[in-house]
């Protein structure tokens, strides 16, 4: 069993559901026409720079799971991730302390602070699924992962229409991918890690 695997998976997992309800109440206090704002936008925030390091732990066990001829797309992945996490964990430290202290908390478009922070969940995080779902071949649950995996890395990608041309309501596509989509494909990650035999060097495997 990959220990690192299922918790990380299951912990991202937790954390996906909580950050979907708290979203869901901000949504029922300010409406849709108007901003999430504190306390819920400071719990999001929050959940989002505890999320950040989970990813890089699911794909670390990603890529020591993943056989020798899948290495490359693991190390891309794990790549790609660790990129999102360094983006969004900036964005999220600096809004919860610097910006809040300075009387700006809020994260609207058009701003560098909003931009950033699509381009971590969007691009990087999307293009590290994608590679990550190279690695799982083969039917079953790995088909279900590889499947989950491209499904919501292509949502993420397609949310970029929204802050390439302004029209941010096509930004809900990625939502829905890193919203609904990452949070199945973790629990899925969580089962298949804990269901991993050990090699007799001592690796997991679970891309064959």
Same mark, same amino acid.
């Given at each position: ?15 996906g559901v909580v950050y979907a309800g708290v979203v869901a109440l901000g949504i ?23 999320? $950040?390091? %989970?990813?890089?732990? =699911? ?5 020591? &799971? /993943? ?6 797309? !693991? +190390? $891309?992945? %794990?790549?790609?991730? =660790? ?5 969004? &964990? /900036? ?6 302390? !610097? +910006? ?35 690695t799982f071949r083969g039917g079953g649950l790995r088909r279900a992962i590889r ?62």
């Amino acid at each position: 069993m990959n220990r690192l695997g299922v918790w990380s998976a299951s912990a991202l997992f937790i954390v996906g559901v909580v950050y979907a309800g708290v979203v869901a109440l901000g949504i029922h206090a300010s409406g849709f026409s108007a901003p999430i704002v504190d306390p819920v936008l400071a719990v999001m925030e929050a959940l989002t720079l505890l999320s $950040a390091p %989970l990813l890089v732990l =699911v794909m670390i066990a990603v890529h020591r &799971s /993943a056989s020798s001829a899948d290495k490359p797309y !693991a +190390l $891309a992945a %794990l790549a790609f991730v =660790v990129i999102a996490s360094g983006l969004t &964990s /900036a964005v999220h430290f600096v809004g919860l302390t !610097a +910006l809040r202290q300075s009387g700006s908390g809020e994260i609207v478009w058009p701003s560098p602070q909003y931009a950033i922070e699509l381009l971590a969940w969007d691009v990087f995080l999307g293009l590290s699924l994608l590679f990550g779902a190279l690695t799982f071949r083969g039917g079953g649950l790995r088909r279900a992962i590889r499947i989950s995996s491209i499904a919501t890395g292509t949502l993420c990608l397609l949310g970029t229409l929204g802050p390439a041309t302004g029209e941010m309501r096509l930004q809900f596509i990625a939502v829905v991918g890193y919203g609904i989509g990452l949070p199945v494909t973790c629990l899925l990650l969580a089962r298949i890690f804990r269901r991993a035999p050990v090699g007799s060097d001592g690796e997991v495997v679970i891309s064959h």
